[in-house]
Nanobody, 127 residues
């Protein structure tokens, strides 16, 4: 069964950068759309970014557009989220998720469409 493990979170100052990784085991990610979601304290989980199985198609939430970049390396069975110009409001637990489906823009905001989830990695943006 597909398993996902996030890494790369930590404490960073506002304006700093982090790169999150999502490593898959059990199956390759070749045929999976990968999404990044986050959940801040007291808030519901929200979609951050999504990438097609080939990496050609991406989608970003308005709140992170221009600052975050998602990519994937199927040979390494890993997806990434490069986060630049981080803001305190980016503080959250970040989760990666996978769905075996054709990529679409709409799916990147809907958590219920993703069946496989990692345990999350904490990102804290603070001075």
């Amino acid at each position: 069964q597909l398993q996902l493990v996030e890494s790369g979170g930590g404490l960073v100052q506002p304006g700093g950068s982090l790169r999150l990784s999502c490593a898959a085991s059990g199956f390759t990610l070749d045929y999976y759309v990968i999404g990044w979601f986050r959940q801040a304290p007291g808030k519901e989980r929200e979609g951050v970014s999504c990438i097609s199985s080939s990496g050609a198609g991406t989608n970003y939430a308005d709140s992170v557009k221009g600052r975050f970049t998602m990519s994937r390396d199927n040979a390494k069975n890993t997806a990434y989220l490069q986060m630049n110009s981080l803001k305190p409001e980016d503080t959250a637990v970040y989760y990666c998720a996978a769905r075996a489906a054709v990529f679409s823009q709409n799916m990147c905001r809907i958590t219920e469409l993703f069946g496989s989830w990692g345990q999350g990695t904490q990102v804290i943006v603070s001075s």
